[in-house]
């Protein structure tokens, strides 16, 4: 599977920003998917996921109440809606797939991984 992320760019403090993750492959709909993000001098984060099966999503505290992950099987995409966005959530977003382990906010337990794509909020 392979996994490419775009939708990223320059926002105000306040607005909003959706993010896509494209994938090949038909198992694409049997994976969890998850996104990260890793800003400068940081480790990369956990920011959410989205079950395969039932389509539950968890959050990072962080980002809970303003972005929203969804995923369309049917076209091979996961998306990540960021709305309220914040000068902290400036960061590469990474898009995962396919966990595999126990704990789902690490990346460690992630097979396959997008290129990443910058978003960047100013003050």
């Known amino acids: 599977v392979q996994l490419q992320a775009s939708g990223g760019g320059l926002v105000q403090a306040g607005g909003s920003l959706r993010l896509s993750c494209a994938a090949s492959?038909?198992?694409?709909?049997?994976?969890?998917v998850a996104w990260f993000r890793q800003a400068p001098g940081k480790e990369r984060e956990f920011v959410g996921n989205?079950?395969?099966?039932?389509?539950?999503?968890r959050y990072a505290d962080s980002v809970k109440g303003r972005f929203a992950i969804s995923r369309d099987n049917a076209k091979y995409m996961a998306y990540l809606q960021m709305n309220s966005l914040k000068p902290e959530d400036s960061a590469v977003y990474y898009c995962?797939?396919?966990?595999?382990?126990?704990?789902?906010?690490?990346?460690?337990?992630?097979?396959?991984w997008g290129q990443g794509t910058q978003v960047t909020v100013s003050s």
């Open positions: 492959g038909r198992s694409f709909r049997s994976y969890t």
């Open positions: 995962a797939a396919q966990f595999i382990g126990t704990d789902y906010s690490s990346e460690k337990n992630y097979h396959y």
């Open positions: 989205i079950m395969w099966g039932n389509s539950v999503t």
